[in-house]
């Protein structure tokens, strides 16, 4: 059983900068991989990032490639996702979620446990 927070959530304005953290439940943290995923109103559940288990290998969305960095802190059970140069549609609600798979980080259906999320909302 991981049990997972996000917070870290908010207002920002278009080209400014937040930083959402998920805390774990799990003294196993290190052996799960972790990820982002995000959804508008009305969209689908999407993508955002992922990380392997020790937090050499990461992946992003096409959409945040050199705008977000996801991180991650296994001594303290801590998954982070920086995001800078916000725009309009990075509007959504954030959750972070636990896999227990190395592959196919980008699928939701591979993850096991979800936080509740965080709201992230970029104005103009």
């Known amino acids: 059983q991981v049990q997972l927070v996000e917070s870290g959530g908010g207002l920002v304005q278009a080209g400014g900068s937040l930083r959402l953290s998920c805390a774990a439940s799990a003294r196993t943290f290190g052996s799960w991989s972790m990820g982002w995923f995000r959804q508008a109103p009305g969209k689908e559940r999407q993508f955002v990032a992922a990380i392997s288990y020790i937090g050499s290998a990461t992946y992003y969305a096409d959409s945040v490639k050199g705008r977000f960095t996801i991180s991650r802190d296994n001594a303290k059970n801590t998954l982070d996702l920086q995001m800078n140069s916000l725009k309009l549609e990075d509007t959504a609600v954030y959750y972070c979620?636990?896999?227990?798979?190395?592959?196919?980080?980008?699928?939701?259906?591979?993850?096991?446990?979800w936080g509740q999320g965080t709201q992230v909302t970029v104005s103009s």
């Open positions: 979620a636990a896999s227990p798979s190395a592959t196919r980080l980008h699928l939701s259906q591979g993850y096991r446990y």
